[in-house]
T-cell receptor
Framework: EAGVVQSPRYKIIEKKQPVAFWCNPI?????LYWYLQNLGQGPELLIR????????DSQLPKDRFSAERLKGVDSTLKIQPAELGDSAVYLC?????????????FGPGTRLTVL | GEDVEQSLFLSVREGDSSVINCTYT??????LYWYKQEPGAGLQLLTY?????DMKQDQRLTVLLNKKDKHLSLRIADTQTGDSAIYFC????????????FGAGTRLFVKA
């Protein structure tokens, strides 16, 4: 079974440029999460989807961040415009309600560097 | 709000036991987790414990939960160099949702 796939793995951009990250969750996983992981910190939730509905986006900075999961499968996280402080690893995770949602499966992350 | 705290570093010799500690603040936590992160990789779930349990053992891993003190520990027996990684403690709140709060991680160094 394929794990959570994220692309790109690395991205370097200049500040004020837009950037997008893509995530393909494990097949059949209804719940998808985007996390931000700063250096030396644990992941912090940005947004959680149940199918195509964003059920928790309270931590998403909506002035510059947006996300979508149009068909309830793949998801895209966008930053426009990027700022220096956005440099971090962006992790995607998915889980299945069949197992009670106990285990989140994480992708390898996209490491963003904003110059 | 909810908070999870861990010590930042732990160094042990190969073959010794490692004990990584964690404290949390949410008294209504339902699940408590230990994740492992290796360089350049995402987090991998090692084990979890229900909040109504005191202990869980899984091969070389032993999790102890003191709910009164809101203290969680992970013991790794016979620590190997391959266990060198960052270990994250996390708790899932009792709000019926899926919000999981992670600690900052404990970096485990295993010396040969």
């Amino acid at each position: 079974e394929a794990g959570v796939v994220q692309s790109p793995r690395y991205k370097i951009i200049e500040k004020k440029q837009p950037v997008a990250f893509w995530c393909n969750p494990i097949s059949g996983h209804n719940t998808l999460y985007w996390y931000l992981q700063n250096l030396g910190q644990g992941p912090e939730l940005l947004i959680r989807y149940e199918n195509e509905e964003a059920v928790d986006d309270s931590q998403l900075p909506k002035d510059r961040f947006s996300a979508e999961r149009l068909k309830g499968v793949d998801s895209t996280l966008k930053i426009q415009p990027a700022e220096l402080g956005d440099s971090a690893v962006y992790l995607c995770a998915s889980s299945s309600p069949i197992a009670g949602g106990n285990e989140q499966f994480f992708g390898p992350g996209t490491r963003l560097t904003v110059l | 709000g909810e908070d999870v705290e861990q010590s930042l570093f732990l160094s042990v010799r190969e073959g010794d036991s490692s004990v990584i500690n964690c404290t949390y603040t949410d008294s209504s936590s339902t699940y408590l987790y230990w994740y492992k992160q290796e360089p350049g990789a995402g987090l991998q779930l090692l084990t979890y414990i229900f909040s109504n349990m005191d202990m869980k053992q899984d091969q070389r891993l032993t999790v102890l939960l003191n709910k009164k003190d809101k203290h969680l520990s992970l013991r790794i027996a016979d620590t190997q160099t391959g266990d060198s990684a960052i270990y994250f403690c996390a708790e899932r709140g009792g709000d019926g949702g899926f919000k999981t709060i992670f600690g900052a991680g404990t970096r485990l160094f295993v010396k040969a």
